[in-house]
């Protein structure tokens, strides 16, 4: 199979042959993995019992995935990657917003993906074959799990994607078979290790949990999806079906194995740590089954998460060949891993990432949302290219190439929600406005999108071509199927 060649260029309707069903393999294989199941284990370690983990893992996998899911739709129509698409309500150097949270995104969850699956690797090893527990042990890991990794993303989005589809039916039987390993131990108690509620009470503490358990999983896919729709063709494939198969993909491919996850930390006791008590735990005859999970699933899973580093990155530099992006922040990656083993607890280093990104990252979302309903799915792909092309002009300039208002409300909304946050070495002043519980991506999806909204109002900008509003270009088709935002089309 070919090394992909294409970055964040457009691209051209003959090579866009991936479907809605090909959308769904991507999103649950490649979640079938430790990065991920180590989430459903955050829970249990805040100290709930097993139906406050699962209601509050549910509630917030499914709240975050109508925020997003949505997103999927833009990079349809524009044939490009969502930070570039985000050009359209930014400016085409103010998508360098979307570009740099998702370069944090999925550098996060990339490190977090190999670090985990790497430590339950050695611990595997240990039992099987005495590998010993020590720095040496875990750097041969590390280095092999990254440069795996590496191989998968190079190659690009067909190896990915077909990874992924083996992924999908092979995980789900291994993780079928490890319920059956656990389940003897398994308790619906909470776990005494965790030492009570994390924040004092528990609704605070399922509060963040929501948060950090749930709703960051469908937040980590806020500049990822359109990596996946850019190759599928709106022609082919209606917006309905893309957006069930989005919805689909994120519910299965992020309720299934944190729940898995949740269910293990239950069974192993895991209230301190995770990765230590699912070796322990484990019986013997599941111990090659759970060193595959570990190996193939962190592989699939930090593959596209790199992928999706070295497309923003190439964003960020044009000059910079995909390829040549890819290989540079795999090398950021793993220095992360090396940090995060031996410098972090890990349970405090997951709650902070993901709660920080979670309040970064919401208002983007929600202000490229707003101009996708404003511009009723219509854009003009050619124009979003320009900073890509290292070129002035185009309907997406306005001043710079940035967007003020856009940008500005993105920042505002964002402080709001480091000012809302609470992490486990800091708390945000704000959160005596809510009671001591984080609500930090709600208010800064709230005055990010509400700053866009007042600040925009009035002022017709982005106005497509007509050539595109009559639908003989780029994401004009399914228009009628989306509803007519206030001023009309192209309005960003």
Known sequence: MPMEQRGVDTVPEDERTSGPRDLVSILLGSNLC?????????????????????????????????LTAPLALISLRT???????????????????GSVVGLLLALGYTALT????????????????????????????????AAATVAGAVY???????????????????????????????????????????????????????VAAGLSGPIAFITLLGDYTRYISPARHSSRRVLRATWAGLLLGLLVPQLFGTFTAYAARAALDYAGPLVDAS????????????????????????????????AILPRASRARATCTVAVVATACVFVGHFASRAQDAMTSFVLLLTAVGTPWAVITL????????????????VFNRRARG??????????????????????????????????????????????????SGLVGGTAYVLSTRGSARTTAPASLEEGSGA?????????????GPGRG
């Open 475 to 487: 994401g004009a088709s399914d228009s009628a199927a989306l509803p007519a935002g206030p001023g």
């Open 156 to 210: 690009g989005y067909r190896v990915l994607l077909a990874m992924s589809r083996v992924l999908a039916v092979g995980m789900t039987a291994l993780l079928a078979l490890g319920v059956l390993a656990y389940a003897p131990h398994f308790t619906t108690a909470a776990l005494p290790g965790a030492g009570g509620h994390l924040l004092g009470g528990y609704w605070p503490t399922w509060f963040l949990s929501a």
């Open 79 to 97: 044939a490009t990657n969502l930070s570039t698409s985000s050009g359209a309500q930014f400016g085409v150097r103010g998508r360098l917003v």
């Open 394 to 443: 185009g309907i997406y300039w306005f001043t710079g190439g940035w967007h003020v208002p856009a940008t500005v409300s993105w920042a505002l909304g964002a402080v709001v929600g480091v000012l809302a946050v609470s992490l486990p070495s800091y708390e945000g002043p704000l959160l005596g406005l809510t009671g001591g519980v984080d609500c930090s991506f709600l208010l």
């Open 114 to 145: 190999v670090w985990i699956g790497g430590d339950v690797v050695v611990g595997v090893l240990g039992r099987l074959a005495g590998l010993p527990a020590d720095a040496l042990s875990y750097a041969v890991v590390y280095g092999l799990l």
């Open 34 to 66: 430790l990065g991920v199941i180590v989430f459903g284990w955050l829970p249990p370690s805040f100290g709930l019992d097993w139906w406050g983990s699962l209601t509050s893992i549910v509630a917030g996998t499914v709240v975050g995935t109508a």
């Open 370 to 385: 707003i101009g996708f309903v404003r511009c009723r799915g219509v854009y003009d792909p050619d124009a979003l290219q």
């Open 283 to 314: 019986p013997g005859w599941y111990l090659v089954p759970l060193l595959l999970a570990a190996s193939a699933g962190s592989v699939g899973n930090a593959g596209l998460m790199l992928y999706s580093m070295g497309l923003d990155l190439d």
